[in-house]
């Protein structure tokens, strides 16, 4: 995977994470999937790329 394309992926990632942490109703499980965009973000951040 090229910078472009991992940037990319990890963009899709946590928006991913995040419409899943929306449809859950449970809070546990919602904080997962927060967390996991979280650092799908600090992935974006870290190697300065955005798609």
């Known amino acids: 995977m090229t910078t472009e394309q991992d940037g990319e992926y990890y963009e899709r990632r946590a928006r991913q994470e995040r419409?899943?942490?929306e449809r859950t109703?449970?809070?546990a499980v919602?904080?997962?999937?927060r967390?996991?965009?979280d650092a799908y973000e600090?992935?974006?951040e870290d190697?300065?790329?955005s798609g």
């Open 25 to 27: 109703g449970n809070a």
């Open 19 to 21: 419409e899943r942490a």
């Open 35 to 37: 967390q996991l965009a």
């Open 42 to 44: 600090r992935r974006i």
């Open 30 to 33: 919602q904080k997962v999937h």
């Open 47 to 49: 190697s300065g790329t």
